[in-house]
């Protein structure tokens, strides 16, 4: 939230303007409905008071107290870089009413037969009237060989409502396709208009969803502007107060999947789930079973599960549609392909641990991983428990760039920038009791609930446990705990721990095995897979190199060796080189000089 009238908005509130002093209807905290919560917008500040129930401050308290400024351990990597060199904000469209009256009232003439055919779906004029709904051959400047549904989503502001957002959808026969409007904003459908007052709130997927809902009496419904792909921070938020959330997704693998990942990130103590069959949405059932039918259907929700528990049968039918969709997950790729040869997919839920002596690399192929999957769009966490975020955000510009840390300038920076906008990567670092594994497990359900965050690195071990009397003992809580979260929330927990001192019998170039992870017996036990990052030590030729980093007694060439990996195909050992002043990884292989020569070394 960025101003007052962000928050005022969200809440779909009505305010009236005297002056400098802006009323609103509603008190967030005593609920007086008088206007009697003012706001004075003169100042930058935004000082507020309600002149009810004393409650007084200014916009940064009042986020405070509503619980909407956004998790301070998680920053966005991209937004750290921009703090260096800031962009000029792309200005999002927005259109008024009037706007969509002419493509509205062509559809109420039938034009392209796009009222028909709305009707053929279940949908009464009334309905169609409500939401605006459109006829056109226009979208995103290019004209459409055939005609479209045209779906406004309104959004209540200051001066009353702006359509905010608009999406495309092709009107049979036509094969079935959707766009959206280019730089508009992503509200939620019909948000303007619900009740936020109220004590539950239908959630569904899809705009004729949400239509079909409203039209056969569940009025206070809202639908998402992304279908079952993913969830906005802002709409979390925009359902706090809500407490009870009815989840009407679609029947089919994709929406049981969004279904079953909301009530984690909404509350699985508020969230009901609506039965709808396997393969249909709201607007089937209106068709073929008419309103009422659908009205009832969603009044006969089902709690959530019972948490840990799920019937065999049920496991079997789940993924059975899956496998037959092709939908069902198959884990995330490592960095590299021997990396997944050795090691096998990551799949959700798992806690994957990393181990290797100091300055092997093993952090810098972490953040490189992390890095990688996020550019897949899969939002990831990296937290260091031994680094700012800025010390992080360095690395990260290094690494992309391909630049060393003296030749850093700001335009590299904005290079980085350009190419980390808009990707889902998150650094954090502790801000309170960083000994205290619970903290850090209670930032990591901020960071999932707000930012849909499913990848976690922790750096490292010690920093969760240094504190506690009995380390061992707190190791083996932190780790036990870590994997239980990823369990519970179909996450994947990726664990820095680093070996033990080996014996001198075992020599400078002894390689480490899982059992000489420092700590707890229990860590890789806890553990569905790890690795450790080997990189051979080479004895000190002269008095200078005892005083020198020592990383310049190691190979360059560094081997990724498995130590527990469930779903491998064999093949134990990667070489990989690490380019030392770029902090990145790349892959060795047998053609690569610098490989044969360490293997003839």
């Given at each position: 939230?960025k101003?007052?009238?962000?928050?005022?908005?969200?809440?779909?509130?009505?305010?009236?303007?005297?002056?400098?002093?802006?009323?609103?209807?509603?008190?967030?905290?005593?609920?007086?409905?008088?206007?009697?919560?003012?706001?004075?917008?003169?100042?930058?500040?935004?000082?507020?008071?309600?002149?009810?129930?004393?409650?007084?401050g200014?916009?940064?308290?009042?986020?405070?107290?509503?619980?909407?400024?956004?998790?301070?351990?998680?920053?966005?990597?991209?937004?750290?870089?921009?703090?260096?060199?800031?962009?000029?904000?792309?200005?999002?469209?927005?259109?008024?009413?009037?706007?969509?009256?002419?493509?509205?009232?062509?559809?109420?003439a039938?034009?392209?037969?796009?009222?028909?055919?709305?009707?053929?779906?279940?949908?009464?004029?009334?309905?169609?009237?409500k939401?605006?709904?459109?006829v056109?051959?226009?979208?995103?400047?290019?004209?459409?060989?055939?005609?479209?549904?045209?779906?406004?989503?309104?959004?209540?502001?200051?001066?009353?409502?702006?359509?905010?957002?608009?999406?495309?959808?092709?009107?049979p026969?036509?094969?079935?396709k959707?766009?959206?409007?280019?730089?508009?904003?992503?509200?939620?459908?019909?948000?303007?208009?619900?009740?936020?007052?109220?004590?539950?709130?239908v959630?569904?997927?899809?705009?004729?969803?949400?239509?079909?809902?409203w039209?056969?009496?569940?009025?206070?419904?809202?639908?998402?502007?992304?279908g079952?792909?993913?969830?906005?921070?802002?709409?979390?938020?925009?359902?706090?107060?809500?407490?009870?959330?009815?989840?009407?997704?679609?029947?089919?693998?994709?929406?049981?999947?969004?279904?079953?990942?909301?009530?984690?990130?909404?509350?699985?103590?508020?969230?009901?789930?609506?039965?709808?069959?396997?393969?249909?949405?709201?607007?089937?059932?209106?068709?073929?079973?008419?309103?009422?039918?659908?009205?009832?259907?969603?009044?006969?929700?089902?709690?959530?599960?019972?948490?840990?528990?799920?019937?065999?049968?049920?496991?079997?039918?789940?993924?059975?549609?899956?496998?037959?969709?092709?939908?069902?997950?198959?884990?995330?790729?490592?960095?590299?392909?021997?990396?997944?040869?050795?090691?096998?997919?990551?799949?959700?839920?798992?806690?994957?641990?990393?181990?290797?002596?100091?300055?092997?690399?093993?952090?810098?192929?972490?953040?490189?991983?992390?890095?990688?999957?996020?550019?897949?769009?899969v939002?990831?966490?990296?937290?260091?428990?031994?680094?700012?975020?800025?010390?992080?955000?360095?690395?990260?510009?290094?690494s992309?760039?391909?630049?060393?840390?003296?030749?850093?300038?700001?335009?590299?920076?904005?290079?980085?920038?350009?190419?980390?906008?808009?990707?889902?990567?998150?650094?954090?670092y502790?801000?309170?009791?960083?000994?205290?594994v619970?903290?850090?497990?209670?930032?990591?359900?901020?960071?999932?609930?707000?930012?849909?965050?499913?990848?976690f690195?922790?750096?490292?071990?010690?920093?969760?446990?240094?504190t506690?009397?009995?380390?061992?003992?707190?190791?083996?809580?932190?780790?036990?705990?870590l994997?239980?979260?990823?369990v519970?929330?179909?996450?994947?927990?990726?664990?820095?721990?680093?070996?033990?001192?080996?014996?001198?019998?075992?020599?400078?170039?002894?390689?480490?095995?899982?059992?000489?992870?420092?700590?707890?017996?229990?860590?890789?036990?806890y553990?569905?897979?790890?690795?450790?990052?080997?990189?051979?030590?080479?004895?000190?030729?002269?008095?200078?190199d005892?005083?020198?980093?020592?990383?310049?007694?190691?190979?360059?060439?560094?081997?990724?060796?498995?130590?527990?990996?469930?779903e491998?195909?064999?093949?134990?050992?990667?070489?990989?080189?690490?380019?030392?002043?770029?902090?990145?990884?790349?892959?060795?292989?047998p053609?690569?000089?610098?490989?044969?020569?360490?293997?003839?070394?």
């Amino acid at each position: 939230m960025k101003n007052i009238h962000e928050i005022i908005t969200s809440h779909g509130l009505k305010t009236r303007q005297e002056r400098n002093e802006l009323l609103i209807e509603r008190c967030f905290f005593c609920d007086n409905r008088n206007y009697k919560f003012s706001v004075n917008t003169a100042e930058e500040s935004q000082p507020w008071q309600c002149f009810v129930c004393g409650e007084k401050g200014n916009f940064i308290t009042l986020c405070r107290k509503l619980n909407l400024t956004e998790v301070p351990e998680a920053l966005r990597v991209g937004d750290q870089i921009q703090a260096i060199e800031p962009e000029e904000p792309v200005q999002l469209k927005t259109f008024s009413r009037e706007w969509a009256e002419i493509p509205h009232n062509d559809l109420l003439a039938d034009k392209d037969n796009a009222l028909t055919e709305l009707k053929k779906r279940g949908f009464s004029e009334e309905t169609i009237r409500k939401f605006g709904v459109g006829v056109t051959r226009e979208h995103n400047g290019k004209t459409s060989f055939s005609p479209l549904w045209l779906i406004p989503y309104y959004t209540q502001g200051i001066f009353g409502q702006s359509i905010t957002c608009i999406k495309y959808r092709t009107i049979p026969p036509a094969e079935k396709k959707m766009w959206r409007e280019k730089d508009m904003d992503s509200p939620l459908f019909n948000a303007q208009a619900i009740d936020y007052g109220a004590e539950q709130v239908v959630l569904c997927e899809g705009e004729f969803d949400a239509m079909s809902l409203w039209q056969c009496g569940h009025r206070n419904v809202v639908s998402t502007s992304t279908g079952a792909k993913g969830f906005k921070p802002e709409w979390v938020q925009a359902l706090s107060d809500f407490k009870t959330i009815i989840l009407c997704y679609d029947g089919d693998t994709a929406g049981q999947s969004a279904t079953r990942d909301l009530i984690r990130r909404l509350g699985e103590d508020r969230c009901y789930t609506v039965p709808i069959p396997s393969g249909q949405d709201a607007n089937d059932i209106l068709q073929n079973h008419g309103e009422q039918f659908l009205f009832d259907l969603v009044n006969n929700t089902v709690t959530s599960p019972v948490e840990g528990v799920d019937q065999v049968s049920t496991v079997i039918e789940r993924d059975m549609a899956d496998l037959m969709s092709g939908d069902k997950p198959e884990g995330l790729d490592w960095l590299f392909p021997s990396m997944v040869k050795s090691l096998g997919k990551v799949e959700e839920g798992s806690l994957w641990v990393v181990s290797g002596r100091r300055g092997v690399g093993k952090t810098t192929l972490i953040k490189q991983q992390m890095l990688s999957w996020a550019k897949q769009e899969v939002p990831c966490l990296f937290f260091c428990g031994e680094m700012t975020t800025s010390q992080v955000t360095r690395w990260y510009v290094q690494s992309i760039t391909g630049t060393s840390k003296e030749a850093l300038t700001p335009e590299i920076y904005a290079e980085a920038y350009r190419q980390l906008k808009g990707v889902p990567l998150f650094t954090a670092y502790p801000t309170r009791n960083s000994g205290d594994v619970d903290n850090v497990i209670e930032m990591f359900d901020q960071a999932y609930k707000h930012y849909g965050v499913k990848v976690f690195a922790v750096d490292n071990l010690m920093t969760l446990t240094g504190t506690a009397r009995d380390v061992y003992g707190e190791q083996g809580r932190a780790v036990s705990k870590l994997k239980d979260w990823a369990v519970y929330n179909h996450t994947i927990v990726v664990l820095i721990a680093h070996p033990r001192k080996l014996s001198a019998d075992r020599g400078p170039r002894g390689i480490e095995t899982a059992e000489d992870i420092a700590g707890s017996a229990m860590i890789m036990n806890y553990a569905d897979g790890g690795f450790l990052v080997y990189r051979e030590m080479t004895a000190p030729q002269t008095s200078d190199d005892l005083h020198n980093e020592h990383e310049s007694l190691q190979s360059m060439l560094t081997y990724m060796i498995a130590l527990k990996a469930r779903e491998s195909e064999g093949g134990s050992m990667t070489p990989l080189f690490l380019q030392g002043q770029f902090r990145r990884f790349v892959e060795a292989t047998p053609a690569d000089d610098r490989f044969s020569e360490f293997e003839q070394g």
